[in-house]
């Protein structure tokens, strides 16, 4: 097990790495093709051959995974925050507040996130950043509730009664006693929605909302070899691997983190 958990992590440093210095792993441009090398199968020269206008498929790879890695963080920023923030207020305050934000989220959960992530760009439009805080938004459900559940819990303990009975103030008790012990399995959740945010932009890349050609992003890159699935596998397979190998990585290391929690 300690061996998946370390590949898991080399697979995530490596795509960052790929994201904030993508010159060091390939040359090739991944804008400008060579329209005579169009088509050619993964070799020495192009790891993962080259598409149909001749640019490398490896640095278009290397390259994109700043789009989909940057995408991947807003939207977990956003239902991180948002999540969390709600679920603190409901799980502390009770009563009528604690009633009408759980039922929202449960009609949120009741939606596929796919789904809701749709209508939202809809509303925003499409292009990266909407793509990016609409999966947020999407996720804001289930940061919300579990948070709630951690605050309950931790609401609950002795210490925090203990703050209260001393004189400490509704928010500062909230702030140093509630909300830094609960957020060990909100962080584990936050790991998982990483992997589930990528997957679910390059998703939305494939459907066409993310980013625009020729930019490198993972989903746009598997949508672009579909017609040439029959004759050049690598266009879209090798582009895939990658999403799925980040994904199943980022899903290890929250189940890493949860069985540490408390």
Do not use: C
Not at 81 to 87: A, E, K, N, P, S
Not at 92 to 120: E, K, N
Not at 242 to 255: D, E, N, T
């Amino acid at each position: 097990m300690k061996g998946g958990l370390i590949l898991s992590w080399l697979v995530i440093v490596l795509v960052l790495l790929w994201a904030v210095v993508p010159g060091v792993f390939t040359g090739y441009d991944p804008i400008a093709g060579v329209p005579a090398e169009k088509l050619q199968a993964p070799g020495a020269e192009h790891l993962f051959g080259t598409d149909a206008v001749g640019r490398d498929m490896f640095a278009r790879v290397v390259h994109g995974a700043v789009h989909s890695l940057s995408g991947a963080f807003v939207a977990v920023a956003v239902g991180l925050v948002l999540g969390t923030l709600l679920g603190l207020l409901a799980g502390s305050a009770g009563g009528v507040l604690d009633a009408v934000v759980m039922r929202v989220v449960d009609v949120l959960l009741s939606v596929p996130g796919l789904l809701l992530a749709l209508t939202v760009i809809i509303l925003l439009g499409p292009g990266t950043v909407n793509v990016a805080i609409a999966v947020g938004i999407g996720s804001v459900a289930a940061f919300v509730r579990l948070s709630r559940s951690e605050v309950v819990r931790v609401r609950r303990t002795d210490y925090v009664e203990a703050a209260f009975g001393s004189g400490g103030r509704f928010p500062v008790v909230l702030w140093r006693h509630v909300l830094p012990n609960s957020l060990g399995p909100v962080i584990a959740l936050a790991a998982l929605q990483f992997g589930v945010a990528i997957l679910a932009i390059s998703t939305l890349g494939f459907l066409g909302y993310g980013a625009e050609p020729p930019t490198p992003e993972w989903g746009l890159l598997i949508a672009e070899g579909r017609n040439y699935l029959a004759t050049s596998w690598w266009l879209t397979t090798l582009p895939g691997a990658v999403v799925v190998a980040v994904v199943l990585a980022a899903s290890r290391i929250s189940r890493s983190i949860a069985k540490e929690g408390p």
